[in-house]
């Protein structure tokens, strides 16, 4: 199956800096997602994306579909201790069940 | 809110033991879902299910089987537990249609030590 490439792996951060983040497929998909874990909990979806080149903003984190359908990343600006966590990106393809998580990008953010 | 309620946080097995992981769900949705999380390997698909009594395997199927008798509930079975099950179980749901099959709504997580 398509393999994702999420970068980095972890980000150590002051408070009130802007944090990137990206996700790299070898296929193509038509529908990226961003979710972010906080500690001890199950991942909670943050923004869903359907269109190559769709940018959205939830708040202060924004995240792109990339053009050539083969990657996505996810911006945080200034941020806050609660943005501590992990963060993942998925992918898929058709409208079934063939999602494809990254391996995360764990946060921490200094006060 | 969607509640996604997985049995227990944390459980201790030994070595061949049979192992039940629950999984409920509120919020009437048809696909429910059975992830592991491993640090570095992200969330693996174990099993799936689209409806009632229905289940497809995922990624990793080995070692695991699947039981969906009701809509809300979604069970994980390892028939014999082995250490390389150690993990974090993660089950979670979504409503079946277009824009809302990839919106997945998780539980908090069973952590399994097999010893």
Redesign the interface.
Known sequence: ?QQ?N?SP?SMFIQEGEDVSMNCTSSSIFN?W?W?KQDP??????LI?L?KAGELTSNGRLTAQFGITRKDSFLNISASIPSDVGIY?C?G?LN???D?R????TRLTVKP | DVK?TQSSRYLVKRTGEKVFLECVQDMDHE?M?W?RQDP??????IY?S?DVKMK?K??IPEGYSVSREKKERFSLILESASTNQTSMY?C?SSLRG??T?????????TQLSVL
């Open positions: 199956g994702l999420q792996q529908t997602l979710y001890g909990e199950g991942p909670v979806l869903a359907y993942f998925a898929q409208n079934n069940n999602m998580f990254g391996a995360g | 996604v696909n879902f992830y570095g390997l992200g969330l693996r698909l799936f689209y497809e995922g990624d993660l979670a277009a824009g099959n990839e919106k997945l709504f998780f539980g908090s997580g």
